[in-house]
């Protein structure tokens, strides 16, 4: 199983640009990097994935350099409502359900 | 459209009893998760849905635990003989496959307290 490392917390202002950096150093070929955000009292909701270069919706960016082995999930202009645990997990379409392992993820706290 | 539902949203139990936790996931899809979130930690796996079948229990953490889902829909967690380290959020999240191109969609949990 691809193990995944983030920083524990980060903090941040509201209206700068986040980016929540994370290891995985023995991604696989086939794996895919996928990114959730959970609220206090809520269930994670799915963010944002990607395999290589860059990906962009409407609410984050994601960047995946050429060997993979790291991730950058980057949020535009947060707002103090973006304070939240954000988990970066590893995973291939045709792995096991227990391979997208969540760890403890970074709770971001945006300040005013 | 009806997300995924959890009942109950609270439970607090006596040490010993047993609790039944209940998830109603979104229509249509096929794979449902159950996972537990202790305070200020992430998610810990439980056991994972295929229809109704259940092809990955390795996470329950005791034989005191046990899941089962009836006509690929509805799943029920249940808890033997509850001790106090079973304090914790549970979590259910189903999806339209299993793998990582599926994205999970979760309820908002059942927040169980053991005294």
């Known amino acids: 199983l691809a193990k995944t490392t983030q920083p524990i917390s980060m903090d941040s202002y509201e209206g700068q640009e986040v980016n929540i950096t994370c290891s995985h150093n023995?991604?696989?070929?086939?794996?895919?990097i996928t990114w959730y955000q959970q609220f206090p009292s809520q269930g994670p909701r799915f963010i944002i994935q990607?395999?290589?270069t860059k990906v962009t919706n409407e609410v984050a960016s994601l960047f995946i350099p050429a060997d993979r082995k790291s991730s950058t999930l980057s949020l535009p202009r947060v707002s103090l409502s973006d304070t939240a645990v954000y988990y970066c997990?590893?995973?291939?379409?045709?792995?096991?359900?227990?391979?997208?392992?969540f760890g403890s993820g970074t709770q971001l706290t945006v300040l005013p | 459209g009806a997300g995924v539902s959890q009942s109950p949203s609270n439970k607090v139990t006596e040490k010993g009893k047993d609790v039944e936790l209940r998830c109603d996931p979104i229509?249509?899809?096929?794979?449902l998760y159950w996972y537990r979130q202790s305070l200020g930690q992430g998610l810990e796996f439980l056991i994972y849905f295929q229809g109704n079948s259940a092809p990955d229990k390795s996470g329950l953490p005791s034989d005191r635990f046990s899941a089962e889902r009836t006509g690929g829909s509805v799943s029920t967690l249940t808890i033997q003989r509850t001790q106090q380290e079973d304090s914790a959020v549970y979590l259910c999240a189903s999806s339209s496959g299993q793998g990582a191109l599926h994205e999970q969609y979760f309820g908002p949990g059942t927040r169980l307290t053991v005294t």
């Open positions: 229509s249509g899809h096929t794979a």
């Open positions: 023995n991604i696989a070929t086939n794996d895919y």
């Open positions: 990607g395999y290589k």
């Open positions: 997990l590893v995973g291939s379409p045709s792995g096991s359900a227990r391979q997208l392992t």
